[in-house]
């Protein structure tokens, strides 16, 4: 079974990076996201437009599985995404740059889809990549 869901994780962020309807397909309709920098959770509509907002400035975005722990339900997915800045990122104008985000997700599993997901990627080295000031100066 834990080797069934590791797949099922690889598989929705192949699916992902072609196709923004792959959330619809992969999660349940009353799932619960937690993002890194959202106040509370997020429900699947929330988790939506958090993934256009990143595949709006970075169009080209393609995720790469570097590692799995999967135990029972839950899998743990160490990723890599690389990508080119080429929209607005917050308040970030298109930089032309190429930028790595490591990500560690942590996903729940039931009756065959996501019903939870934990994701906490490396913002502050994001922002670097993309040329913002640490704010330690």
Same mark, same amino acid.
Do not use: K, Y
């Given at each position: 079974m834990t080797e069934k869901n590791k797949g099922f994780i690889r598989r929705f962020l192949e699916e992902l990076d072609k196709d923004l309807s792959a959330v619809d397909d992969f999660f349940s309709s009353n799932?619960?996201?937690?993002?890194?920098g959202n106040p509370g959770?997020?429900?699947r509509e929330g988790f939506k437009q958090f993934v256009r907002l990143l595949y709006t400035?970075?169009?080209d975005l393609r995720h790469t599985v570097e590692d799995q722990i999967a135990e029972d339900d839950k899998v743990v997915?160490?990723?890599k995404?690389? @990508?080119t800045?080429? @929209?607005?990122?917050?308040?970030?104008?298109p930089t @032309?740059?190429?930028?790595?985000?490591?990500?560690i997700v942590i996903t729940h599993l039931a009756t065959g889809r996501v019903i939870e997901l934990w994701a906490q990627f490396d913002v502050l080295g994001l922002l670097q990549q993309l040329g913002v000031p640490s704010?330690? @100066?």
């Open positions: 799932c619960v996201v937690h993002l890194p959770p997020a429900n400035a970075f169009p997915s160490l990723v995404a690389h @990508g800045h080429q @929209g607005p990122f917050q308040s970030i104008e @032309g740059r190429q930028v790595t985000i490591t990500d704010p330690s @100066g």
